[in-house]
């Protein structure tokens, strides 16, 4: 079946740094969903993109829909304590029904202060 | 308004009672979505409901039971659980169509004694 790989698993900064992070899959996504979850709470739908080779911003983020359309990245400039969280990649599964989304298994960061 | 509202937010419950989780969006979004989560693990889908029916069950145990009275609303129960279905359960709604954006509640931390 459709699997999404996450790298890195986990990040352990310094407050100010940047951040990048990444999403790859064998099999073509035609949209890749950013989530960020704190602890105890429901994942934060971060970007949303589209379509092959977009570039989306929402702030200090920045998400890239591969031209492949089988990667994402998603990078954080200046990283500050409340980025703290995990990030998880998902798109709609190909097969079938495709309100099921495929998630990666997230990229744990921790910002040092 | 992209709110998903759980409750409860905590609900701590034996293996022989009743109980029920509710979700309740008001974004007009016509699909709705169970998914259960383990800690540090990705969300796991368990049921979606598209225009007020079962569309997936991902072969879910009959011990949880949805509900979808109008398209706002959204119910799980549950019934004679064991100690590992404790976890995080969140609750999602998104429009139909090509729009695979899912909007998460903030759970129901579920813990069964």
């Known amino acids: 079946g459709q699997q999404l790989n996450q790298s890195p698993q986990s990040m352990f900064i310094q407050e100010g740094e940047d951040v990048s992070m990444n999403c790859t899959s064998s099999?073509?996504?035609?949209?890749w969903l950013w989530y960020k979850q704190d602890p105890g709470e429901g994942p934060v739908l971060l970007i949303a993109?589209?379509?092959a080779g977009e570039l989306t911003s929402n702030g200090r983020l920045t998400a890239q829909f591969g031209i492949t359309r089988k990667d994402s990245f998603l990078n954080i400039s200046a990283s500050i304590p409340s980025d703290v969280g995990i990030y998880f990649c998902?798109?709609?599964?190909?097969?079938?029904?495709?309100?099921?989304?495929?998630w990666g298994l997230g990229t744990s960061l921790a910002v040092n202060p | 308004d992209t709110e998903v509202t759980q409750t409860p937010k905590h609900l701590v419950m034996g293996m022989t009672n009743k109980k029920s989780l509710k979700c309740e969006q008001h974004?007009?979004?016509?699909?709705m979505y169970w998914y259960k989560q383990k800690a540090k693990k990705p969300p796991e889908l368990m049921f979606v409901?598209?225009?007020?029916?079962?569309?997936i069950n991902e072969s879910v145990p009959s011990r949880f039971s949805p509900e979808c009275p109008n398209s706002s609303l959204l119910n799980l129960h549950l019934h004679a659980l064991q100690p590992e279905d404790s976890a995080l359960y969140l609750c999602?709604?998104?429009?139909?169509?090509?729009?695979?954006?899912?909007?998460f509640g903030q759970g129901t931390r579920l813990t069964v004694v």
């Open positions: 993109l589209y379509k």
């Open positions: 409901y598209s225009y007020e029916k079962l569309s």
């Open positions: 974004m007009g979004h016509r699909a």
């Open positions: 999602a709604s998104s429009r139909t169509g090509t729009a695979y954006e899912a909007f």
């Open positions: 099999s073509i996504f035609n949209t």
């Open positions: 998902a798109g709609p599964s190909n097969a079938g029904n495709n309100r099921k989304l495929i």
